[in-house]
């Protein structure tokens, strides 16, 4: 929160355009009041996760969704708030996806059985807690490119909830058919993304810029967007991001030298390769049986 506070003065601070710092700075005061009840519905979400109870969150997601597109509309043309407006939306959309879940998780009899309540014990695992979520919470700050890789990191999600349910059901044959069903679908949905990417090469730099410079240095480098997607795809469904080697790597071939951003994106996928053979190898080589 403090630092979404002082959001506009640090870009401005490091030399960002004034007036857009600006409205970014008042778009994240306003997201403060949402950080609760995001909180409040990433824990929801696991609750459901665990239980294999997808449908509750998915519906309630559509909800939100089609409640908050006509209310973001309101608040910045209606009512003229602008980014303001926007922050609001989000905020009153994860309200009602949290109401939406609290219901469901009350009433419902598929819950009735491990329905959670409040207990003293939660203090006592509070340290084993934030042991685990700290690390977390900075490999998804450092995984910038999950913005760009939802899908996959889905997939790696839906996974790691499916084995760590058939592990604590003493079922490790369920869990490794698991990791063979998430690693074909991810596989599928590579080649989808990354074949629409390939084919369109000449043409997707114009989405983002007229400058023929960029867009034919985009042209340049799909394929190697193309391999990192691969990686990516592979990595989102193991595990997290691989930065000991990417970094220098990408520090190397693109400033000592002079690769530019082809040396910086193949040291990111230097890094990522690296990442994906360890991961592999820990994975093939993990006892199931006694996991």
């Not at 519905?41 to 459901?48: E, G, I, K, R, T």
């Not at 409640?67 to 989000?90: C, D, H, Q, V, Y």
């Not at 193309?226 to 190397?252: D, E, Q």
């Not at 910086?264 to 994975?283: D, F």
Request: aromatic share 14%; glycine share 6%; proline share 3%.
């Amino acid at each position: 929160s403090l630092l979404w506070i002082f959001t506009g003065k640090l870009l401005i601070w490091i030399g960002q355009d004034p007036s857009i710092s600006v409205e970014a700075g008042k778009y994240s005061i306003w997201l403060i009041s949402s950080l609760f009840r995001y909180a409040i519905l990433q824990s929801l979400n696991c609750y459901f996760q665990t239980q294999s109870l997808i449908l509750p969150m998915l519906w309630s997601s559509v909800v939100s969704l089609c409640f908050n597109l006509p209310l973001s509309w309101a608040l910045i043309f209606k009512f003229k708030l602008g980014t303001s407006g926007a922050a609001m939306a989000i905020g009153l959309s994860y309200s009602l996806n949290v109401i939406l879940l609290v219901l469901y998780l009350k009433y419902s009899l598929t819950c009735q059985k491990t329905r959670p309540f409040f207990s003293k014990d939660v203090f006592i695992v509070m340290p084993q807690f934030f042991q685990f979520a700290i690390p977390s919470a900075g490999m998804v700050c450092l995984t910038t490119s999950q913005i760009h890789f939802q899908l996959s990191y889905s997939f790696g999600a839906a996974a790691s909830t499916r084995i760590s349910n058939e592990l604590g059901a003493r079922n490790p044959k369920a869990a490794r058919n698991s990791i063979c069903a998430v690693f074909t679908l991810a596989t599928v949905e590579f080649l989808i993304a990354s074949g629409i990417l390939f084919l369109l090469r000449n043409l997707w730099g114009y989405a983002f810029t007229h400058e023929q410079e960029v867009v034919n240095l985009l042209k340049e480098i799909t394929p190697l967007l193309c391999l990192s997607m691969f990686l990516n795809t592979v990595v989102a469904v193991l595990s997290g991001a691989y930065y000991l080697v990417g970094i220098p790597a990408s520090l190397l071939m693109g400033f000592v030298l002079n690769w530019r951003a082809k040396g910086m994106w193949s040291g990111i996928i230097m890094g990522s390769i690296v990442q994906t053979i360890l991961l592999s190898i820990v994975t093939c080589l993990s006892d199931w049986e006694k996991q």
